[in-house]
C-alpha cells in the first residue's frame, strides 16, 4: 500500500516521552496510540499533568530538548515519522501542515511586532509569497476569522487587541497555510465564557470551511461533548479510555473518565449537593508504570491492578479501554 | 511622542536649575581657598585683593546669578562662535579657571576630543562584546561558555578599573613591551605607520574600560533574554517553523534590547564625563583628568562648570532613554 492511501492523516503509535531532570527521569507519555482521520475532530481530555499537551507538543518536537526526550514510538505524517525527520523537515512541516493555538492569546503573540508581521511570517517562509501576496492572504485570513476592518488592524499591534480578538489571530496563524491538521491546546481556557462560545462557533465554523483534522485539548467536558467527533481520556502519561463522542459519554468504561463525569456540575438535582471531587493526585512517574497508574485513586481497584499496566481493550463500537474491570459484567475482565 | 518629549524637555529646566545651585553651593561652601594654590610669598593684602578681584567676597545668591548668566548664555555663545565663525558672543567676562586663566569652556573643548576618543571606542568596544555574549550566554544558559562568560563578567565588573589598568601595564607595557603605558594625545594620525602606533597605545585603555562596560552590559542582555526566551510568543513563533536563528535574533532578541538599550543609553553621559582613574592610569588628558586636576588645585570654576555639564547630559540622556523606550516598545505610550 503506497503510503498516501493510508486512512489517517496522522497516526500515532506507542510514543514515548520523559523529561530528564536533576531530581531523575519523569515519564510524561507512556506509550500513547492514537490516529487521526481527515477532517475529523478529535477531543483529549484529562486533568493536569496528564500529559495531553506534553504529548501533542513531543509529536511535532515542539518541546525544549533537552530536558525532554522522544524515547521511542512512531508518528506518521504524510508518509513521513516525525519522529525521525531532520529539524529542518520538522520546521517545514509547523506552521505550514500543522498548525498549532495556544492556550493563552495574551502572551502567545510577540508584543513588540505588528500582527499583520506575525501573521505573514508563516506566509512568506513556507510558501514563498512576497510582500503584496501575504498582505492580501493576511487580509483574507483575518476576515476568515471574523476580524472587522482587517486591512487596518494589520497595523495594530497585538496589546491593541481583546483577548478573544487574539485568540482570532493565533487561530488565523495558525490555520495561514492551509494546514492538514490543527493543534489546539485549550484555546479556551484563558476566555471568558462568552467569547470561549464564539471562539467554539468560529473554529466549528471554520472546519467546514476547510476541511482540517483538529486535535483539541481541553480539560471542560462540556467543550468536547459539543464539538469533538471522538474523545481520547489520558491520565498518568498514557491513553485510558477512546470512543466516540456519544458513546464515551453514554457508556464510560474507564473508572477514571466515570468519575471525570460525575465531577461536571448539574445545574438541575439537588441543589445542596456538593460538587464532586475526584480524591488525589495525579502520579508522577518517575518510570515506565508497571502498575494501573490510576490504582491509588480508583474505587474499582483490585489485587492484578497492582501486578500490571492493563492494555487498551477493545469494547466495541470503536470504543476502548483501559482497565481490568468490566462494567458491562461488574467482574474483571478474562483477559 | 512629541508631547511628550516637548513636555520633558520644559520640566527639564527647574530640575537642572536646581541641580545647578546644588553644584554652585557645594562647591562655593567647601573649604578650599583659590589662593591656596598661589606662593606664600604674597602678602595677605594682596592676597585679599586677588580675592576680591575674583568675585568671591559678593554675596553667594549674586555670584550664583551671575555664574548662571555666564553659564546658560554667554558661554554657549562663545562655543558656538568658536565653532562657526559668527560674530555672536558678548563682550562681557567669562567664567575663568584659576589656575590656568584661560576661559574653562576652551579646556573643555580642549579636552572633549580624547576622552570621546578613548572613552567613546572602549564604550563600543564594550557593546559590540556585551552584546553577542549575553546573547549566546542566554541561548545556552547553564552551558561551559555561559559559566565562562558569567565568570569573566562578574570578575570584570567587580575588579575595578584602576586594578586592571595597572594589571595591564605591568603584563603588556613593563613585561611584554607590547604597547605604550601612557597614551600619547599628542600623537597624529598621518599615515599607515602612525595609524599602527596610534592603534597600540589606544589598545590598553580601551580594553580596561571595555572589559568594565562589557561586563555590566553583557549581564544585562543575558538577563533581559533569559526572561523572554521562555515567553510563550517564543514557543509561538517556533510552531510557526521559523529557524532558531529568526526565533532567537528577531523575536527574542526585539524585545530583550528594550531595557538593554536603555542601560546603554543612560551610561552614555559617563562617556563624556570620562572615565576618571582611568584617564589617570594611561595619562590621557581628558576631561576626567582636568577634573581631577581642577579639584586638587581648588579651581572652583572649572569643577562648577564640568558639573554642571554632566548633569546636563544626565537629564538629557535620561529623557532620551525614556523616548527610545517608547519607540522600541510599542506598548508605551506617553500621549
Known sequence: M??????????VKDLKTVFRTRGGEVHAVNDVSFTLKPGELLGVVGESGSGKSVTMMSLIRLLPMPPAEIRGGRVMFEGQDLAKVPEETMRAIRGARIGMVFQDPMTSLNPVFTVGYQLMEPLRKHMG?????????????????????????LGDYPHQFSGGMRQRVMIAIALACDPKVLIADEPTTALDVTIQAQILELIKDLRQKLGMAIVWITHDLGVIAGIADRVMVMYGGQVVEQ????????????????????TVPHIKGARAEKLRVIQGQPPILAKAPESCPFMARCPQAFERCARQNPARYDVGNGHDAACFWDFKTGAPRDV | MLTYTIRRLILAIPTLLFISFIIFLIVKLSPSDPTAGLPLTIPPEVREQIRESLGVNDPVLVQYFKWLKL????????LVEDWTGWQIAPDGPRIISYQTRSPVMDLIVQRMPQTLWVVGTSYIVGILIALPLGIISAYRQYSVFDQVGTFISMVGFSVPTFFTGVLFIVIFAVHLGWFPSVYDTTHEVTDWDSFVVQVKQIIMPVMVLGLYNASQISRYMRASMLDNLNQDYVRTARAKGLGERVVVLVHVLRNSMIPVITVIALNIPAVFGGAIITEQVFKVNGIGQLLIIAIQGGDVPVVQTVSVIFAVLIVLFNLIADVLYGVLDPRIRYD
Open chain 1, 2 to 11: 503506497p503510503d498516501g492511501a493510508t486512512p489517517f492523516v496522522l497516526d
Open chain 1, 129 to 153: 509569497m512576497d510582500k503584496a501576496a501575504a498582505t492580501t492572504r493576511a487580509v483574507e485570513l483575518l476576515e476568515l476569522v471574523g476580524i472587522p476592518d482587517a486591512r487596518r488592524r
Open chain 1, 243 to 262: 470512543a466516540p463522542v456519544r458513546e464515551l459519554f453514554a457508556n464510560p468504561q474507564h473508572p477514571y473518565t466515570r468519575m471525570l463525569l460525575e
Open chain 2, 71 to 78: 553659564m546658560v548664555w554667554d558661554e554657549p555663545l562663545h
